[in-house]
């Protein structure tokens, strides 16, 4: 058999396997956010609210970046979990400091402001992009 068909045969499974951990972690990580944070992004969105769609968003991309890295730097699924389960729990505790200090961000978020969403985002991506070179090392 053809060496790249061989290894084809042979990593993907690997890949799906990787991949689908990382996807629930992003799902866990999701639910979490939703979970923590005091208001109801999905129900904002459904009436219209930008500002509640572009700080979902971030917190979404924010989650993803850091959990992309450690699915590229692995060497197996526990490797994933174990430094997965650090970026998330690292990334939730930076948002709710990051949204801490943005004063009154919920109302301000329900009000469709779109100046806090904009911070809260860049916060949410810049948090992400340091965890995840953190992890990369």
């Known amino acids: 058999m053809d060496p790249v068909l061989q290894s084809l045969f042979a990593g993907f499974p690997i890949l799906i396997l990787h991949f689908a951990v990382t996807l629930a ?3 866990v990580g999701i639910t979490i956010y ?15 609210n930008v500002a509640a769609a572009t700080s979902i ?3 979404i991309i924010g989650l993803a970046i850091p ?12 490797d994933i979990v174990v430094w997965g389960v650090v970026t998330l729990l690292i990334q939730l505790l930076a948002y709710r ?7 009154d961000l ?3 978020i329900e009000n469709g402001e779109m100046s806090a969403a904009i911070l809260v985002l860049a916060i949410k991506l810049a948090i ?3 965890n995840a ?5």
């Open 57 to 59: 968003a971030g917190a």
């Open 67 to 78: 959990l992309a890295v450690c699915m590229a730097r692995s060497v197996s699924v526990w």
């Open 128 to 130: 992400a992009l340091i």
């Open 106 to 108: 919920p109302r301000r």
């Open 34 to 48: 939703h979970l923590i944070t005091p208001y109801h992004e999905l129900r904002l969105i459904r009436s219209g």
């Open 97 to 103: 400091i990051g949204d801490a200090l943005v004063k």
């Open 133 to 137: 070179a953190a992890i990369a090392g």
């Open 25 to 27: 972690m992003l799902a």
